[in-house]
């Protein structure tokens, strides 16, 4: 009886044991799987790390600058800041047409550049105090012409009609001739960066690839400023020293910078 009594709880134990087993294996079946990310030397993947040479290219280029920018000052000194004004308006009124029908100047290539009013006084010795002598405009005019050969004659045709001063001259670059002295420029830099690179390979015994990266890093240029003569025009006798044959611009300087970046193998 006793042994006939262990067969079912034997066989019951079995089952339990084989249901535990298929449970366990079910759940390591179906459980997320880890995720692995893989980094290799080489290779094209996103995890792929690249061998790189990174070099700086750089270029100058002289160039003769195609466009003047003309500052043209008128002043005018009266009792009251409103004679003042008007006085200043009528001079620059003037100084403005005068430009416009001499040389072809439309309004925008002439606009006000800067524009002041105070009021105007001196140190007396024995008040020991300012005295007031009456108010001062200055209206600074820019004028922006391509004819470069003209820029002297323009000046005399300002102080003949009313100016008293020139703040500066500055030699430039227009838009476009920039735009295409920048492309001329980077081109250069770029050629240098690659002369670079391959001089680098050969001396490291590597093979030079495609472009990984490029950056412009810098391009500029300095203005020629043209060194006005410090002297009051409006006290130089309506100005007897002409500036027609003193003016000549001097070529200005070019530079560009990149950085690159070239695989290697």
């Known amino acids: ?24 294996a079910l759940a390591i079946m179906f459980a997320p799987k880890p995720e692995v990310k893989v980094t290799t030397a080489g290779g094209s993947g996103p995890g792929a790390v690249q061998n790189t040479i990174s070099v700086a ?3 100058e280029l002289t160039v003769s600058p195609d466009e003047a920018e003309i500052y043209i000052r008128i002043t005018t000194d009266e009792p009251t800041a409103k004679r003042a004004q008007e006085e200043n308006a009528r001079l620059t009124n003037t100084v403005r047409d005068a430009l ?3 040389y072809d100047l439309d309004d925008e290539k002439i606009e006000s550049n800067s524009y002041n009013l105070w009021p105007k006084q001196t140190w007396n010795p024995d008040t020991r105090e300012y005295e007031d002598k009456g108010f ?5 005019l820019k004028v922006t012409t391509d004819d470069l050969e003209e820029v002297g004659n323009m000046l005399d045709t300002a ?7 020139v703040d500066r001259i500055s030699f430039t670059l227009s838009k476009d001739m920039e735009d295409d002295v920048r492309d001329q420029a980077l081109g250069r830099a770029a050629g240098s960066a ?3 690179a391959e001089s680098l390979a050969m001396t490291l015994g590597v093979k030079l690839g495609g472009i990984s990266s490029v950056s412009e890093s810098n391009f500029y240029y300095d203005r020629y400023e043209y060194a006005v003569p410090a002297m009051d025009m409006a006290e130089a006798g309506g100005m007897a020293k002409s500036f027609s044959t003193d003016i000549s611009p001097k070529d200005v300087t070019v530079r560009a910078n990149v950085n690159v970046a070239y ?3």
């Open 1 to 24: 009886m006793k042994e006939e009594n262990h067969k079912p709880m034997h066989g019951m134990l079995l089952f339990v044991l084989a249901a535990g087993f298929v449970l366990v």
């Open 57 to 59: 290219g750089n270029a």
């Open 100 to 102: 416009k029908k001499a």
């Open 136 to 140: 001062t405009v200055q209206h600074l």
């Open 159 to 165: 102080v003949q009609n009313g100016a008293n001063g």
């Open 194 to 196: 690659k002369d670079k």
């Open 263 to 265: 695989l290697i193998g």
